[in-house]
């Protein structure tokens, strides 16, 4: 069962584009929303998280926007660059007895062409 | 601070093997995990611990074992290999009242 569904699985765009990740949840007791960033041969990268009382977060070129109805959030990138080249992972979790465990995305591979 | 440290980078077994994957971490994190990550299925969990002498399950948990006997050391035993847990490892902590997890270099297995 795959409680969290990420898109696409592959993106390529010109440097200074806006890639755009897009990723859908099922289960509505999830409460925390990171996305993660893994270059090849390294571990995911906590990147930028937000919790579902927000609808946009900002953290430097990286946004997250999330819409708590239609239980989907995605990651923006501005202004894009050839080092954001790298898999991207969105993930959930919920709090309480589940104890925070986090059930990931598919991952998205992004290219940044110069 | 070292942070969360895998041990070995690479392996190599035969079917039917075992071993012991390494992780440990330096920064007195109570709850700890053990992701393995396969393409296109992103990562998934197979056991995690909330402190030492403490341990449950994830997502996929058949054919490991985990053990937390200290708050620093968190190691992933395989009692039989098999080809379909050719996969990279990871291992994770998290700070204590805070939600990210914070993942090791890994470890890649090839079991043959």
């Known amino acids: 069962q795959q409680q969290v569904k990420q898109s696409p699985q592959s993106l390529i765009v010109q440097k200074g584009g806006i890639p755009i990740i897009n990723c859908a949840y099922e289960?509505?007791?999830?409460?925390?929303f990171p996305w993660y960033q893994q270059f090849p041969g390294k571990g995911p990268a906590l990147l930028i998280a937000?919790?579902?009382?927000?609808s946009e977060k900002k953290e430097g070129r990286f946004t997250i926007s999330f819409n708590k109805s239609a239980k989907q959030f995605s990651l923006h990138i501005m202004d894009s660059q050839p080092g954001d080249s790298a898999t991207y992972f969105c993930?959930?979790?919920?709090?309480?007895?589940?104890?925070?465990?986090?059930?990931f995305g598919q991952g998205t591979i992004l290219t940044v062409h110069p | 601070n070292a942070g969360v440290t895998q041990t070995p980078k690479f392996q190599v077994l035969k079917t039917g093997q075992s071993m012991t994957l390494q992780c440990a971490q330096d920064?007195?994190?109570?709850?700890m995990s053990w992701y393995r990550q396969d393409p296109g299925m992103g990562l998934r969990l197979i056991h995690y611990?909330?402190?030492?002498?403490?341990?449950d399950q994830g997502e996929v948990p058949n054919g490991y074992n985990v053990s937390r006997s200290t708050t620093e050391d968190f190691p992933l035993r395989l009692l039989s290999a098999a080809p379909s847990q050719t996969s990279v490892y990871f291992c994770?902590?998290?700070?204590?009242?805070?939600?990210?997890?914070?993942f090791g270099p890994g470890t890649r297995l090839l079991v043959l």
């Open positions: 993930a959930a979790s919920a709090g309480g007895t589940s104890y925070g465990k986090l059930t």
């Open positions: 289960n509505t007791a999830f409460d925390y």
């Open positions: 937000i919790r579902p009382d927000v």
């Open positions: 994770a902590s998290r700070p204590p009242g805070q939600r990210g997890q914070y």
């Open positions: 920064m007195n994190h109570e709850y």
């Open positions: 611990s909330v402190g030492a002498g403490i341990t």
